[in-house]
């Protein structure tokens, strides 16, 4: 398992841009960690870092935000999703068959239906400034 530590939102955003290489058409990495975390500023740099011209915001309210590009960077807030039902509302399955990228919020709420290869990322607050990211090496470099 790799770790970084960062020690603000700024250098969160520089660990989410240096996933870009790690996904392509069809990658899904799942975010793990509480609120305030730095997850939805990681997506920020993963946008960034997949030269995605948008605005990221948490998807707390729509539960989804389309991202564009090709393939689309789609980010996910599960935090509601309690069953199958509201998976299957969110659109994850449409867009995981469509070949985007994925980037899911609170993944735990959706663990059952990650596919295989899905990289996890979590995130743990050491103190008011500094998290801790840990994730799996992708598949391609185990």
Do not use: Q
């Not at 392509?24 to 730095?38: C, E, P, Q, T």
């Amino acid at each position: 398992m790799a770790e970084r530590i960062t020690n603000s939102p700024a250098e969160t955003e520089a660990v989410g841009a240096s996933f870009a290489p790690l996904v392509s058409s069809g990658g899904v990495i799942a975010l793990y960690g509480g609120l305030g975390m730095g997850k939805t500023a990681f997506v920020r740099g993963l946008a960034a870092g997949l030269k995605r011209d948008a605005e990221v915001s948490s998807p707390t309210f729509a539960l989804v935000n389309d991202y564009g590009g090709n393939p689309p960077l789609v980010h996910f807030d599960m935090y509601r999703v309690t069953g199958w039902e509201d998976l299957y509302t969110t659109g994850f399955f449409d867009y995981l068959d469509a070949g985007a990228i994925l980037v899911i919020e609170w993944s735990e709420h959706v663990e059952g239906a990650l596919p295989e290869g899905t990289i996890r990322v979590y995130f743990t607050r050491l103190d008011e400034s500094r998290r801790k990211i840990c994730w799996d090496e992708p598949p391609a470099s185990r």
